[in-house]
Structure formats: structure tokens, C-alpha cells
């Protein structure tokens, strides 16, 4: 019976969360991370690890179904979970920014229309500082946007910043940096605190190790 | 309306069947043990002002209560919490009562808007107690002890944790770096989610390197009796240390009683702080990953209705408990709960069948009548 069940978002940040873990003691064979197997144990089976959308490994932890996660932090402000946040892990870094074509400026618009997956942090965003924003909430390509004149501007999650300038679009503002965090279960905090521990303890060893390698 | 008839509004729910039944059972255990410990029951209105509420809760709770109007126009609410009611009724109805006052209750409480989206429902029915006029260790600790006692006899045994805090840890940290209300606000909620790192970054402007690693160590530190003690190494203020000394003394008594194994000491849990005063916990139980009750001290709530006196009292979850003992009764598929096989009535005339019918339900037995064959 494992002590810990992880829920790991699946995509943009799983290679990089798994090896940390790995470094922390919680290993998963690649014979069994090339199966198409949803939920499996680590090496140790201390640990289960089960692969949801980054959007759902919020949903899991806060209802206990998992007991601890790995999310980037930009699901975290969009999802508005009630989880602890015990260790930031530095993978993953990407910026969360407001985008417009090249060479636009914003600053004229009475209202602005936004297009973005991240409906409640944009309306936070221009909510504090005072403008009105007609938010668009669009599952992907947010890029095309702007450009075929859905929105004035998109608010998105940017790591080089290749695909906005491929599709002719310039930053205009950073609202944050977002990286991985380890979410953890109110209750499993409390009531499997050693098994925990444990866990962050690992884990910040795994990663001051890691930053030691750059 | 093309609405179908079928559909209930979010939030709300039927229950019906052992469900139903366990329920009734687990609110029978509570005001069994509310009942020895000699606490007198009460039952608030289901519909109150408004205002009640907004004293009661604050604003920022009371906010999401279901809200309608009066015949003449002043705001209504349906009983968002019963706390509210009962403080208000110790500073009115009972203000000539001998102190404490001992109140306990199991009623059904109503919010518009979740908690969370794990705690989903809109109604819910809370167990609570209330011991209103002492503010002593002893009246801290028995309020504590009525928790442990409830979990024991609903056989949580072991499979529970009650966290202990005291709000004037970080309060006491708050004014030592004299943040103003919002900042305040922040630094409160980094440290409700644990999130270390960002707090160091939150408190750069305002201390020096050690102070803030001292400070950031607040979010995690939780345990047993040791965290006391790692607590006083990096908090230096009067406020902080008298809190941390209340903390101890219930904790002392605690593991003289030997049960330290079902207490937590959790510096972390800060949520409230604008409603309770002192000590504050939480409670949360095997198999369900949301807290199932929570309480503290709150000397200053029966001030808002006319009447100063030091309080304190928790509330559980009815609807959260039940959940985890129904998955566990099912689990266990013993037919504890089960009813007893119903005596089968036929033939007949009807005065001589209820002649029988009678008989057997005076000697308490369960009957079973059949209506088709009859």
C-alpha cells in the first residue's frame, strides 16, 4: 500500500517533475512510464503517482484524492484551490504576460477585449488596475487571437517567447512568474505529516542539487 | 419554463435509506455526548436578519448566505451559521443566566456560495457546542476534550487529528512588523498555504535576512511538543511568546492524558483570525480530504451584541462525517446498521389485522404490512 498518492500534470512540465522526483527517491522504471497506465507505483512502492491534465491535479488534492501534486503555478492562481503550497520546485519557469501585435498600444482602449485560458487571473489583473476587459476564454491557440482581430491582446503562459513572435505578437506587460509547486492535501498535511515530510524533505535536497549542477 | 422537473438546485441533495438513518445516528452520538457534558440544546431560527450574521460572521462570511427580504424590506437570511444566533441569545434571551452557559445544537446551516469546491454543498447541518463565560484553560480544554470524545465514539479511533494553534502567534508577528491590513491580509494567507518562499520575498522590505528565515519558518512548523520549543527560537515578541506559553499549558495536559497521539500543533493554520481571540483548531479525520470540523476561542463576539464575555466552541460536519463512515459501513458490508427483519401480517379482517398489527408494535417490534395480498 503506497504512503502517498502524487498526482503529476501530464505535458509541458512531466519529464522534468519525474526527474526530480527520481532524484528525490521516487522512481519510476521507464519499462513502466512507457506503458499507457494512468496511475502507477514508484520503484520503492512507497509512492503512487497518477498523470492528470495540469488542470485537474488541483481537483484531485483538494478532494484528497491524491495527497500531494505537481502543478505550475499559473493553474494554481486560475484554479483558486484551497491547497498548500509547501516548496516552489525551479522547473518549469515560464512567465505569465499580457501580448498584442507588435507595435499596438493598449493604452487608448476604453475596454479591453482579452483573449485567454486564464479567465479569472486576466479579470484579476485588469480588475487591479482599473480598466475593463471583456474576457474571451479560448482552450487553445490563443496566439491567433490578436491577430485575426478576436482581441485586442491575450494574457498567456510564455517560455522563450517563440511562438509570439512567430505569430507577430510582442509582450507588453509581465503580470508573474509561474513555476512547478508542490501542492499538498490539507488533511493528508495533518494526518500522514511524517510521510510528507519526508517527501519535501527529499525533494529540497533534490533540488538544491539540481541548481548545484548549473 | 422548460426546466425539468427532475432537477435540484447545486449544492442540495436528497437523503434517504441507511444514509439517512446514519446520519440520524451520528447526530444522536453528538447530542448524546453534548448532553454529558452538560450542554443544553438549542435551536436558532432557520430565517434571521441579515445584520445577525454580518455581526456574527463578519462581512466576508456572512456575504455568502442565501439573502431575501422582509414584508418590510429589511434583509433576511437563511441560518448561515448558528453561532451567530447563539451568541446573540446569551447577551439577550439568557443575559441573567448563571455563567458559563453550556449551549449545543445539530441543525442545518445554508451558504450560497461553497467553501471550496471540494465542500460542494450548499446546506449542511453542523454539530456544535458553545461554552459561553469562562475563559479558562480548563474551559479550552473541555471544549477540546468533547471533540476527542465525539471522534473516539464515532470509532475515528486513531484515524483523527485535531491541530492546535493560537492566533496570537501571529498576531503577535503582525504587529512586531507593523503591517497595514492588506499586507497583512497577504502575509496571512502565504502562510495558510504554507508557500515559504514566497513569504521570505513578501517580508525582504521589512526585515533583515535572519528575521525573514526566522519568519518563514512559521509556515512550517507543525508537530508535537517540539514545535513549541522551535517556535520560541525564532518569535521575540510578548504577544507571540504569552500564546505560545497558552498553547503549552493545553498541551501539557494533553499528553498527561495520553492522548498526544490525536493532537496536532500546527503553527501554520491561520485561517480567521479576524473572529477568533485565541486558541484556534481543526479537525480532520481518515479518508476525507477536507477538514471535518474547526473551533476556537472568540472572547470577542458576544461584545457585538451588547454583552462582553469571553466564549468558546466548535463545530463538525455532519454531511463530511457521514460521508466517510458510509463509504467505510459499506466497505465493512457487517449489517450493523441494518434493520430487523419485518414480521410478515397477512390474512384477515382489518379490525382483527390491526388487532395483531397493534399487539406487536406495542411489544416494539417492527411491522411490515402487506397492501397487495390483503
Redesign the interface.
Known sequence: MPELTIAVAKGRLQADALALLARAGAVVSSAALSSRRLALEDESGRYRFIFVKPSDV??Y?????ADCGVVGRDVLLESE????????LDIARCRIVVAARTGTSLRGLGMLRVATKYPRLAAAHFGAQGRPAEIIELSGSVELAPVLGLADCIVDLVETGATLLENGLEEIEVIGESTARLV????????K?AAVATLIAALEVAKAQVSNLD | MSEPLSRIPGGMRYYFGPEAQLRRQVEATAMTIFDGWSYEEITTPTVDYYSLFELGMGQAEAQRAFRFTDLDGRMLALRPDVTSAAARAAATLFAERERPLRLCYALPVFRQQPQSHAEWRRESTQMGCELIGANTKVADLEVLLIAAELLRSLEFDGGYAITLNDVGIFNGVAERLALDPLRREEMRQLIDVRNAADLELFLTPDTSPEERQAFAQLTQLSGKRETLAAARRVISNDQSLAALDRLEGLWDVVELLGLSDSFEIDLGDVSRLDYYTGLTFKIYVNGIGVRVGSGGRYDGLTANFGKDEPAVGFVLDLDELTDVLGARAMKDTVARQTLATPSGITDGDPATLFRGVLDRRAKGERVLLDLISI
Do not use: C, F, K, M
Not at chain 1, 81 to 88: E, G, S
Not at chain 1, 184 to 191: E, I
Open positions: 488541483p481537483v488534492v483538494e478532494h484528497g484524492i484551490t484551497d491547497l498548500l503550497q509547501p516548496l516552489t499538498v492535501n490539507r488533511a493528508s498535511y495533518q494526518l505529516a
